[in-house]
């Protein structure tokens, strides 16, 4: 069974700072991995992708990897209160099809 | 923009009819999936197909079937409705060799 775990929180931290996100995976296989954001009530939403070792950047977010420590983490600089949500973490092997964490739920303080 | 469009934002039916979400994507994607998420549990794949009449089982495909007779459509089906099938079900739809995934704005249903 491929696991993918996040630690689910609540995470909290104040405005302007960086918040730090997590995710393992058991699967060595794993060839792709995403983070979505979740709006309460709303459907997953894609920020980040990253496919190669070491760091990403988009805006304020970083998506960084290392598959000999099978983890994955996305970094968001200057926080602000609308980035309060549950981030999931996915992670797709050859068969293309995604594994979700249990998600990681985010909440920024004015 | 991807638009993945379910048939239904909210859905109230009895235990033991047979249900019918179904879920349009505009982009001409091959992959289209069906999740339903739990509170605690994430999303969890209940089928997948990669083309028309093809599908796949998921990691929890029992108690549920899909049709996919046109590209653009792909429909969930709950044979016997039963009030543990009480979810959120995502459908979702991808180009073939990617993994990158647009959802739709999900179906709360409610089975009692």
């Known amino acids: 069974q491929k696991e993918v775990e996040q630690n689910s929180g609540p995470l909290s931290v104040p405005e302007g700072a960086i918040a730090s996100l997590n995710c393992t995976y058991s699967?060595?296989?794993?060839?792709?991995f995403f983070w979505y954001r979740q709006y309460s009530g709303k459907s997953p939403e894609l920020i980040m992708f990253?496919?190669?070792?070491g760091d990403k950047e988009d805006g304020r977010f970083t998506a960084q990897l290392n598959k000999a420590s099978q983890y994955v983490s996305l970094l968001i600089r200057d926080s602000q209160p609308s980035d309060s949500a549950t981030y999931l973490c996915?992670?797709?092997?050859?068969?293309?099809?995604?594994?979700f964490g249990s998600g990681t739920q985010l909440t920024v303080l004015p | 923009d991807v638009k993945v469009t379910q048939s239904s934002r909210y859905l109230v039916k009895r235990t033991g009819e047979k249900v019918f979400l179904e879920c349009v994507q505009d982009?001409?994607?091959?992959?289209m999936f069906w999740y339903r998420q739990d509170p605690g549990l994430g999303l969890r794949l209940i089928y997948f197909?990669?083309?028309?009449?093809?599908?796949e089982k998921g990691d929890i495909p029992e108690g549920y079937s899909v049709s996919r007779e046109k590209k653009e459509r792909f429909s969930l089906i709950l044979e016997s409705a039963s009030t543990n099938q009480t979810s959120m079900y995502l459908c979702?739809?991808?180009?073939?060799?990617?993994?990158?995934?647009?959802f739709g704005q999900g179906t709360r249903l409610t089975v009692v």
């Open positions: 979702a739809s991808s180009l073939i060799g990617l993994a990158e995934a647009f």
């Open positions: 699967d060595r296989g794993s060839q792709s």
């Open positions: 990253i496919y190669s070792n």
């Open positions: 996915a992670v797709s092997g050859s068969a293309r099809q995604l594994t």
């Open positions: 982009m001409d994607h091959e992959n």
């Open positions: 197909s990669y083309d028309v009449k093809m599908k």
